[in-house]
């Protein structure tokens, strides 16, 4: 059954569903290349909601299966970028752990816990690039190189690039990226 319209299909995500998809190009910001499996619009951007508001870890692995084939075939970890401890506990998941760990199995590249999130910073959800402030990482176990960080939006760029520069890894994969307010 189909996780969004409940139409009756062997997957997760029927034809219908699938076809709203739309793809991005990868862009490159303050050194990092990022791949996104596609644009944060329709579908995609409700599975996003589903898994960071609703815990709804079946889009996790719907986005998952999306991302997986950006993996590049020399990762040695992937490193979920950690949501703000806060609203990991408001909403009872952290997309970005969940997202690695399904993009794990896919794989067979294995998760690299070396981020960990503060406390709290504003929510940026809606925010204009210039109201954005980069959150706060600090490092709890050293990154392998050549790992890849994983996280469920590009909006602005700021929250990959802040997490790439601590953990040093110059490639990202996020389900989804709002194409309107990217960094280019």
């Known amino acids: 059954m189909c996780i969004f319209c409940w139409s009756n299909t062997a997957s997760q995500l029927c034809t219908a569903c699938r076809r709203e998809l739309r793809s991005v190009e990868a862009t490159t910001i303050s050194g990092v290349c990022i791949e996104s499996a596609a644009a944060h619009e329709s579908v995609a951007r409700r599975m996003v909601h589903l ?3 609703q815990g709804m870890e ?5 986005l ?12 040695k970890a992937l490193v979920p970028v950690p949501r703000a401890d806060f609203r990991r506990l408001r909403y009872g998941v952290d997309p970005a752990r969940v997202l690695a760990a399904a993009l794990a199995e896919l794989t ?3 998760v690299a816990s070396g981020l960990a999130a503060a406390f709290w910073w504003p929510s940026h959800a809606g ?3 210039a109201r954005r402030r980069a959150p ?3 490092t709890v176990r050293p990154v392998p190189v050549g790992s890849v960080l994983v996280d469920d939006v590009l909006t602005t760029g700021a929250t990959l690039v802040a997490a790439a520069r601590l953990a040093g890894c110059r490639r990202a994969i996020t389900a989804t990226r709002a194409e309107s307010r990217c960094l280019e």
Do not use: E, Q
């Open 51 to 53: 898994l960071k508001y």
């Open 58 to 62: 079946a889009a996790g692995s719907v």
């Open 64 to 75: 998952a299966a999306m991302m997986a084939p950006l993996v590049a075939p020399d990762a």
């Open 108 to 110: 067979g590249v294995p």
């Open 127 to 129: 925010s204009s690039r």
């Open 136 to 138: 706060r990482f600090r």
